[in-house]
């Protein structure tokens, strides 16, 4: 196969959770281009219509499923959904995720600690589960779990709430155990690392406090945030024949972030 022709998608069906808004959404455009037909999961059903309107236009079935993926039995019910709309997943990408919580190691309530994993690391667990035991009966299929820089790379300073690097540096194992077990039977599972990226939410806080942009891009080589679409091209690229011997790799997407 023609070397770009391995990056096409047509007839792959992707599961993205958080694929409304923000990074994933982002990600979702890239793979409905390159083919893909899409399962979005996200809490607010306007913002999943709106996703859904604007990628069906690229010609693509597109479905939504509007649900909680924070709670272990919110993420078990967001996937039997998936699991009825009964089109065979080839793609999920472990998106949801965030810091949440501004708070020191020191006063970290457990209860929040735990809340925080379940949304960063069972979340994408679960998923994988779920959605994952259809890719090993049928022997194809590819995981990528969104991880970030913020764990097991660095520690992002002036901000607390470590759960976030203690999670994603979890999901960063995750990713590498899951990749070994499950490349004999012919599942892929890999990771993409952002940086910062100027997503709409990003805009906002950046707005309220201006200062914080300005030391990401003195931390970063090449003196900028990423825009979203920057992001969609390694998805596709890990989705996608033209990475099949590649398992178990993070790729970092940030500007240079990790270099300095
Ligand atoms: N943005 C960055 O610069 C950056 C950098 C490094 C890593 N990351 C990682 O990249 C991923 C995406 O980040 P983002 O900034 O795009 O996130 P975001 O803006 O917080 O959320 C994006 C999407 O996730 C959905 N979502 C949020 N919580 C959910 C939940 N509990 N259940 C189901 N859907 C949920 C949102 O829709 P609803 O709100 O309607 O549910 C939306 O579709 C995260 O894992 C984040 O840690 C981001």
Redesign the pocket.
């Known amino acids: 196969m023609a070397v770009l022709d391995q990056f096409r998608l047509d007839g792959r069906v992707a599961v993205i ?9 982002a990600m979702a455009q890239g793979l409905a281009e390159a083919g893909a037909d899409l399962i ?5 059903q306007q ?2 219509e709106a996703a859904r309107h604007e990628l069906a236009a690229l010609g693509r079935w597109v479905a939504i499923v509007p ?4 709670t272990p039995q ?1 993420a078990e019910t ?1 996937c039997e959904q998936v699991l009825q709309l009964n089109r065979p997943v080839d793609i999920l990408i472990n ?5 949440r919580l501004d708070v020191a190691v020191e006063d970290m309530p457990i209860q929040q600690w735990q809340e925080l994993f379940d ?2 690391l069972t ?1 994408a667990l679960i998923c994988s589960q779920k959605i994952g035991r259809g890719m090993l009966e049928r022997g194809r299929g590819c995981v990528i779990n ?5 764990g097991p790379w660095v520690t992002i300073p002036n901000i607390r709430g470590r759960h ?1 690097e203690t999670a ?1 540096a979890a999901l960063t194992a995750l990713t590498r155990a899951m990749a070994a077990d499950w490349a004999p039977r012919g599942v892929r599972v890999n990771a993409i ?5 100027l ?4 805009r906002r806080w950046f707005t309220i406090k201006p200062e914080f942009q300005r030391e990401f891009e003195r931390r970063i080589p090449m003196a900028r ?2 825009e ?1 679409a920057e992001l969609a091209a390694t998805a596709v690229f890990l989705a996608s024949d033209a990475a099949s011997y590649v398992t178990g790799a993070t790729l970092i997407v940030d500007g240079g972030y990790t270099l300095w």
């Not at 959770?17 to 959404?25: I, Q």
């Not at 690392?193 to 990226?197: T, V």
């Open positions: 959770t958080g694929g409304s808004r923000g990074l994933g959404r979005l999961i996200g809490r607010d913002s999943l649900g909680d993926v924070s919110g967001a998106n949801v995720g965030g810091r949304l960063n979340s969104v991880t970030s820089i913020a976030y994603k690392a952002p940086g910062a990226f997503t709409d939410a990003n945030l990423g979203p």
